[in-house]
């Protein structure tokens, strides 16, 4: 294309633009709102893995420990599990450290605790693992080493937890892309009804294009341009959307309990998917501008070819 | 320059607008092609300028074969062509000037060069007052006009008339016909549909003339029973 036609196709543009701005704006809120869903569970998805994470650094094993073990049964106890190759840390906690934890733990309501023996809880062992072997799999098999071992009663481990939310964290993932693709789909028609629009409202500028030898392309990139912008303008809005609804969320963080609470800080999209955001956004509107066009123009040629 | 060989069009289901048209227009002649409406006049100029595709045959224009062409193929023929039809195909939303350097500008000329040669042409055409009119507050025989400048911006070697004149008054019709063997006299072999017989007989120039889709000489024989026009 011979350079002065980028500027016949950017006049075209920013002439079409302004005929049918508000057609135009109407689709790229239409965009916008499927971008800013898909982005939202993009944003969920990433807060879930962050929680997982921030969980599976938490991830520790508790042995409790039989009753009546002597101090170096203890003691040999722990340096057997700290040899352990998964094992970063083991922390001994006495009857007395847990009687003391549990009464802070009641806050207030200490006093239920009142009368009852010290020796009810039992003495432990807390078993950080180290941050490469925080697997499933591989907690649940140092778990039952654990269970083998003579001094430790019981073995317990958040792994249920962990792997619940990392289902949801999946779930998140599928039901992104499932109903992303729903949407972009329905989207991606009223990319096209938008185009057939402005090529109807300048049906008799294409047609004489066409007869005065415009190559299809130079006929067909005033549309596919609006497109793109449009889909771009649908990604800045929805990402603009999106930080509202971050900063929104994070202000009334530290009131939320359940699951937003213990998120603790909330992370915002990072610059791949922000980027990815804004390609999703940018193709949608090409593409959807392109078939579109290819499609009407077919059509028109041949109905014009009959009349 | 054009050469047509055994070219028929037939419409579906069966409506057959041209049948087995032989013929052949030097460079630079002026021709008319007449006959009543129906008879396949602005159907032998749409496979001309290839808005159609002919069910048979074959048509050169010069020496290359444009009978099955795609699009771009289409787009490289139409710009050696000029077209003028009776209803102008103007743009109502821009000026004259805007109208006839649009023609130019979408070939990859800059916008300045095709203002300036669009202005040349309109000031030749008797229009240097009104380049900046809009083609509503414009007499129709100067929308005609600015039709034919913008068929001649590109320095076409072939103008394609669909009843230039149907819509004009007589004397706007004659200005108009003087403005189209002027550019004859450049060169340019200029083809004019028309069912005007009074004008045919006022330019007398080579006439071909259609019956119901046949090439027929002025005693309605055809061109088999009359032989080779």
Known sequence: ?307 | MIQLFHLSKTYPPNHRALINITLEIAQGEFVFVAGASGAGKSTLLKLLFREEEPSEGQILIDGRNVTRLGSRGVARLRRKIGLVFQEFKLLPGITALENVALAAEVLGRSKRESRTKAYQLLRELGLKDRYDAKPLALSAGEQQRVAIARALINDPRLILADEPTGNLDAEVADEIMRLLFKMRDRGTTILIATHDLGMIARYGTRVLSLQRGMLTDWSGRTAAEGGRR
């Open chain 1, 1 to 307: 294309m011979k350079i002065f036609l980028v500027g016949f196709v950017l006049r075209r543009v920013r002439s079409n633009l302004r005929q049918l701005f508000w057609t135009h704006m109407l689709t790229a809120g239409t965009m916008a709102m499927t971008l800013f869903v898909f982005g939202g569970f993009m944003l969920l998805e990433t807060n879930l893995q962050g929680l997982l994470k921030g969980w599976g650094d938490q991830i520790q094993i508790i042995g409790y420990l039989k009753n009546g073990l002597a101090a170096h049964e203890i003691q040999t106890l722990v340096k057997r599990v700290e040899a352990m190759p998964e094992v970063q840390r083991v922390r001994h906690i006495t009857q007395e450290q847990a009687w003391r934890d549990f009464q802070s733990a009641l806050g207030h309501q200490s006093g239920l605790l009142d009368g009852l023996p010290r020796e009810i809880l039992p003495a432990s062992v807390e078993i950080l693992l180290k941050p490469a072997q925080r697997d499933g799999p591989v907690v649940a098999q140092l778990a039952d080493r654990l269970k083998q071992e003579n001094g430790i009663a019981s073995v317990e481990y958040p792994q249920e937890w962990v792997e619940r939310l990392g289902l949801a964290v999946l779930a998140v993932e599928w039901i992104k892309w499932i109903l992303g693709g729903v949407l972009f789909l329905a989207t991606f028609f009223i990319v096209g009804s938008t185009v057939k629009l402005a090529v109807l409202a300048r049906k008799d500028e294409v047609e004489i294009m066409q007869l005065v030898g415009a190559s299809e392309a130079l006929i067909q990139a005033p549309f596919v341009i609006e497109g793109m912008i449009q889909g771009l303008a649908a990604a800045t809005i929805s990402i603009g959307g999106l930080w509202l609804v971050y900063v929104l969320i994070q202000n009334e963080l530290p009131s939320m309990g359940g699951l937003l609470g213990a998120l603790g800080e909330l992370q915002f999209l990072n610059l791949n998917s922000l980027a990815l955001l804004l390609v999703i956004g940018w193709l949608l509107g090409a593409a959807g501008s392109v078939i579109s066009l290819r499609r009407f123009v077919r059509s028109w040629n041949a109905s014009s070819a009959r009349t």
